[in-house]
């Protein structure tokens, strides 16, 4: 079993920064590790991936504002949050993800982002 914690939340004034830590425990290949936002009574959506070779995805919304970034050697993936907004408050959540015979995905506990002032 993956184990996956997340740690960097917290409350910040609106246009502040933030950076949320995630590392998984894994004694096999990660292909992927990523993080999504949750936000109150809405869908957990993607906010950004980095696959393997470096390969990185966002959603619209962050371009600009947030980087994901990944330490390969420590199983770490890093979520630098500027510019923030109170939209971008709620839960973020780590998923990893491992593709052997079939693929695998693993979650964070979630950690909580208020922006406010």
């Known amino acids: 079993q993956l184990q996956v914690v997340e740690s960097g939340g917290g409350l910040v004034q609106p246009g502040g920064s933030l950076r949320l830590s995630c590392t998984a425990s894994a004694i096999f290949s990660i292909n992927a590790m990523g993080w999504y936002h949750q936000a109150p009574g809405k869908e957990r959506e993607l906010v950004a991936r980095?696959?393997?070779?470096?390969?990185?995805t966002y959603t619209d919304s962050v371009k600009g504002r947030f980087t994901i970034s990944r330490d390969n050697a420590k199983n770490t993936v890093y979520l630098q949050m500027n510019s923030l907004k109170p939209e971008d408050t709620g839960a973020y959540y780590c998923?990893?993800?491992?593709?052997?015979?079939?693929?695998?995905?693993?979650w964070g506990q979630g950690t909580q982002v208020t922006v406010s002032s």
């Open positions: 998923n990893v993800v491992v593709i052997t015979h079939r693929t695998y995905e693993y």
């Open positions: 980095i696959f393997n070779e470096g390969r990185t």
